[in-house]
């Protein structure tokens, strides 16, 4: 089998993946710092969390292949069991953007539901996305996917926060703006918070 030009410059290619390496530690310790701030401010707040969720230390995860594309994630506070979830996912995608998203699915989206629904409005104007997608694992910002509230007519947003399943509410943030991530992170989790609560 022949390689494309391009291809073969791709493969003769060694100082990309030196500097991945190096990218992977930075978001390594990017993502530490952002679990320390997250665990710091979770200490010091009053939440009626749903049973058996992690609050003592987040989970690090990576993967190569989000849409082919390599990705990190932490996803602290967490509750990932098969039929229910309370997750607050950060996110670095490849190419893409850093996101914050809560996600809330089976018996944690059910407790939460009616203080959302009476909520939401405290959501507009921070930048926060509804996801619209039939899947919850999708984490792209397109319009079959996440749709920006902002821009939502407050019907749509009421009927989709009246339906069952799962719901996930995220908040992108540029790559240029690495440094920000902590505070970021920190700042969405107290806007949802404060609307997931009476």
């Not at 996912?89 to 203080?115: A, I, N």
């Not at 909520?119 to 997608?133: A, D, E, K």
């Amino acid at each position: 089998m022949d390689f494309t030009p391009e291809e073969l410059q791709d493969l003769k290619e060694q100082d990309f993946w030196r500097r991945k390496q190096v990218i992977h530690q930075k978001v390594l310790l990017l993502l530490g710092h952002t679990e320390a701030a997250l665990g710091k401010a979770l200490a010091e707040q009053d939440f009626d969390f749903p049973p058996h969720t992690h609050l003592r230390a987040g989970k690090i995860s990576r993967g190569e292949r989000y849409l082919e594309l390599p990705y990190w994630i932490l996803d602290y506070p967490r509750l990932l069991q098969k039929e229910n979830i309370f997750a607050l996912r950060t996110m670095l995608w490849w190419g893409h953007e850093f996101s914050c998203t809560l996600h809330l699915q089976g018996k944690p989206w059910q407790e939460y539901q009616k203080m959302l629904q009476k909520n939401w409005p405290q959501l507009r104007g921070q930048g926060f996305y509804l996801c619209v997608h039939p899947h919850p694992w999708a984490y792209y910002y397109a319009p079959d996917n996440y749709l920006l509230m902002d821009e939502m007519p407050d019907l749509v947003i009421e009927t989709h926060l009246a339906q069952g399943g799962f719901l996930k509410l995220s908040r992108p943030l540029g790559l240029e703006a690495s440094v920000q991530l902590p505070d970021f992170v920190c700042q969405s989790w107290q806007i949802l918070r404060l609307a997931l609560q009476s």
